[in-house]
């Protein structure tokens, strides 16, 4: 009640808790780029001479600080206020790996802020030992997920008409209408509700062939309190764990520095611009704050500048190999703590409730009378404004007199995620509990780069006589598979494991076959080895498997010593794909040739060795990107017929001025080597044309929109737009701005296009050429 009585004042500033992850695995050997001194922190960028930047939070806390030190700062204060009718909001911040999600949600033997919370309020609901007790909490909790500018109901996935969206009411604050608001009586369905949750966003995230953490997901918990003298307390809880905010990406032997454009994390570039601009009082000057300019921002309006509570919770990696992005969260982090919001206690008299409905009522009547008015220049905003009111008049209900109706409609949707599940062939929240599961039995378990989503899909093995097949569902499927995939490199069926419980040579036999035809472009990687048509392979405890192009996996058999958890990492699973992809390209007696011929015409114009060494590390990176764009285009290809086929293939930019002159002199040095990626518009049977050449730095950012726009034209039933606009140059050409912004809500602003990168085949001081063996390099 003391935090609560200090937290009413209306300028009160957002907490700021700064938490320290310990030092991962392979990263043993490095000293540490960062101290604490209580709530005092200070980061050394640079060598061991450079000199330490200090800042000032509320709390620090150590690496060695454990799960409860952390809900003591950060979840129990947000869960006292809540009580006390203040809404609250807390939201994870930091580079991907620095511990975010471990902080928010842990792992079950470790739990984090979410489950505790969780436990904490329901234990007050059975049990309000306050001095002044409620005769009844209700509780309901959504759940969603911001992917590329697009929210996802993460508690009931199924098809929707209509998009959602956020909309902001003048008195009840910002809300998503039509967003699953689920009853919860316990905190066992609470747990449930968020275990499906997960796992609905661990494969939406593979099935969009994403393999980076660019979603933002948030659960809201909402509170209504009704004490014995009538009186009601509303408040609610927005716990928020955000993308990555790393702003590039280290990769390959010669740290390639890959430049994340905006359209990577646009939302989190929009959330640096509003944080910016509350810390220097731009609100108080009468300065625009673009909360609208995306779907993150605007539904954290009141949490940044409104009615709550707010804690911004930074995590950091101490290592010095990430003490830039670290000191960037720092810096980021500072700002925060400048933000000021304006929290209030929402307590309503028993009539109360019926004169909000009716006010609601009438503003729905008021908006329908304008939208049919002949005058309204605007039926797109007051159509949703009515949605919004309507959403909030059955969200009233249901959290008031129709409280029993709300809970017998959340016992209807846990049959709906059951079946989904089942679907999806996934396997309820109880594990141990399965019917027919016997101990012991091997199972697949997934691995992502966000910690989150790693260990949410778990697939059992079925034992001889049947086998396990995987492949896609639906009603292009030959037959049921046990394990159903979909996304790209995924076809009908692509591979099948038999298992035998027979101890065969001291452990006992698993096998994984690949039967998908060449034609059928299905991609199963063993080990970071890939499986041509009808080969097999051995299963061990351990063993990594790559499905397509996104999903992970790892086997895992009961009883077996277990791997070394860095060994089964998402990055080790990249970086084993890489290197097999480079040694059997290199091995290759056509790429062997076409490099020797390379070096060669590259020493004639004076490059030196380790330019050229450089050189091919960094085609050898590209190829495993290269070879995934080729394959989103021919099913994207497939999928529209009539567009015309576009290819990607690796070539090199080199001056076509700087022409040597006799005994391999220059009239001026050569310009560095720049490796690009060519975009080929035509067939084999018809002449090729060049669109544009990519720069290698900027293509993993370009094929993350590939990738957006493979998944929209899969997931839509009229592809006639997508269709026109494929088949138009400027679409490859241009930025990928339009690709990027696909599932953008064009009523609420967007970021501004970037401008087209001007590198097609025009430009005429470079001679681009290509790495293809077919052509002459000379």
Request: glycine share 8%; with cysteine; charged share 20%.
């Amino acid at each position: 009640p003391a935090l609560a009585v200090a937290m009413s004042n209306p300028s009160s500033a957002a907490t700021v808790c700064v938490r320290i992850r310990p030092f991962l695995p392979r990263e043993k050997g490095q000293t540490t780029a960062v101290q604490t001194d209580g709530n005092q922190i200070a980061i050394q960028v640079g060598g061991p001479s450079a000199e330490w930047r200090h800042f000032a939070f509320d709390q620090c806390l150590a690496a060695d600080a454990g799960q409860e030190v952390l809900y003591s700062q950060v979840g129990e204060p947000i869960l006292r206020n809540a009580l006390e009718g203040f809404n609250g909001t807390l939201f994870a911040y930091g580079q991907t790996g620095s511990g975010k999600s471990f902080s928010i949600m842990g792992s079950e033997a470790d739990r984090g802020v979410v489950p505790q919370l969780l436990h904490r309020l329901f234990g007050v609901v059975e049990g309000d030992a306050r001095p002044e007790p409620a005769s009844e909490l209700r509780i309901t909790m959504s759940f969603l997920e911001i992917y590329n500018e697009e929210l996802n109901d993460l508690l009931d996935p199924r098809p929707r008409q209509k998009k959602l969206f956020v909309h902001q009411h003048p008195q009840m604050g910002v809300y998503v209408p039509h967003l699953t608001e689920a009853a919860s009586t316990s905190a066992a369905d609470a747990m449930r509700l968020l275990d499906f949750g997960a796992k609905i966003r661990a494969t939406a995230q593979t099935n969009m062939n994403s393999t980076s953490s660019r979603s933002h997901s948030v659960c809201t918990l909402r509170l209504v309190q009704v004490f014995p003298n009538g009186k009601i307390r509303k408040s609610s809880m927005n716990l928020c764990d955000l993308a990555g905010s790393e702003r590039a990406k280290k990769t390959g032997a010669i740290g390639l520095r890959m430049r994340e454009g905006s359209a990577i994390n646009s939302s989190l570039s929009v959330l640096g611009q509003v944080i910016s601009k509350l810390s220097s009082g731009a609100e108080k000057k009468g300065v625009h704050v673009p909360f609208r300019q995306s779907k993150l921002t605007h539904l954290l309006t009141d949490a940044l500048s409104g009615n709550s509570v707010t804690t911004m919770l930074a995590n950091i990696s101490p290592a010095h190999s990430e003490a830039e992005e670290s000191l960037s969260t720092l810096r980021f982090a500072d700002n925060v703590k400048k933000v000021k919001t304006k929290p209030k206690v929402m307590e309503l008299s028993p009539e109360e409730p019926m004169e909000m409905l009716q006010t609601l009522q009438e503003e729905v009547s008021f908006l329908q009378s304008a939208l049919v008015a002949e005058s309204t220049l605007m039926p797109n905003e007051i159509s949703r404004a009515i949605e919004g009111a309507e959403h909030l008049q059955r969200s009233l209900c249901a959290r008031g007199e129709e409280w029993a109706n709300a809970v017998q409609q959340t016992r209807a949707l846990e049959a709906v995620q059951q079946q989904l599940l089942q679907e999806r062939c996934l396997p309820l929240y109880e594990v141990g509990q399965l019917a027919g599961v016997k101990a012991g039995t091997p199972y697949l378990l997934n691995v992502s780069d966000d910690p989150a989503l790693s260990g949410c899909l778990l697939y059992f093995l079925r034992p001889d006589p049947e086998t396990t097949t995987i492949g896609q569902g639906g009603p292009n499927s030959i037959a049921p598979n046990c394990v159903v995939l979909e996304g790209l490199g995924i076809p009908t069926r692509l591979a099948e494991i038999q298992w035998s419980d027979a101890i065969l040579e001291g452990g006992r036999s698993i096998r994984i076959f690949k039967i998908a035809g060449a034609s059928e472009r299905g991609r199963l990687l063993v080990n970071g080895r890939p499986l041509e048509t009808g080969e097999g392979a051995m299963l061990i405890h351990g063993t990594r498997i790559v499905f397509g192009w996104a999903f992970c996996f790892r086997v895992v058999i009961p009883g077996t010593g277990e791997p070394q958890k860095d060994d089964i990492s998402f990055e080790n699973f990249s970086k084993e794909v890489m290197q097999y992809t480079m040694t059997s390209t290199m091995e290759n007696m056509d790429m062997i040739k076409a490099v020797t011929q390379w070096s060669a015409d590259l020493e004639r114009r004076g490059y030196g060795v380790d330019e050229r060494e450089q050189l091919v590390d960094l085609v050898g990176e590209v190829m495993v990107l290269v070879e995934e764009g080729n394959a989103l285009c021919k099913e994207v290809n497939a999928a529209l017929p009539g567009t015309p086929p576009v290819t990607l293939d690796i070539g090199i930019c080199l001056s076509f001025l700087a022409v040597p002159q006799s005994g391999g002199a220059h009239r001026a040095p050569p310009r560095p080597l720049a490796v690009v990626i060519q975009v080929w518009r035509g067939s084999e049977s018809e002449e090729l044309r060049l669109l544009a050449a990519w720069p290698a730095w900027d293509f993993e950012r370009r094929l993350q929109w590939l990738r957006d726009a493979h998944r929209e034209v899969l997931k839509r039933s009229d592809d006639s737009r997508w269709a026109w606009k494929l088949s138009k140059d400027d679409w490859w050409v241009g930025d990928g701005a339009d690709a990027a912004g696909a599932g953008a809500d064009e009523s609420v602003g967007g970021a501004a296009s970037a401008p087209a990168w001007p590198g097609g085949a025009g430009g005429t001081s470079l001679e681009v050429e290509s790495a293809a063996t077919t052509l002459d390099p000379r």
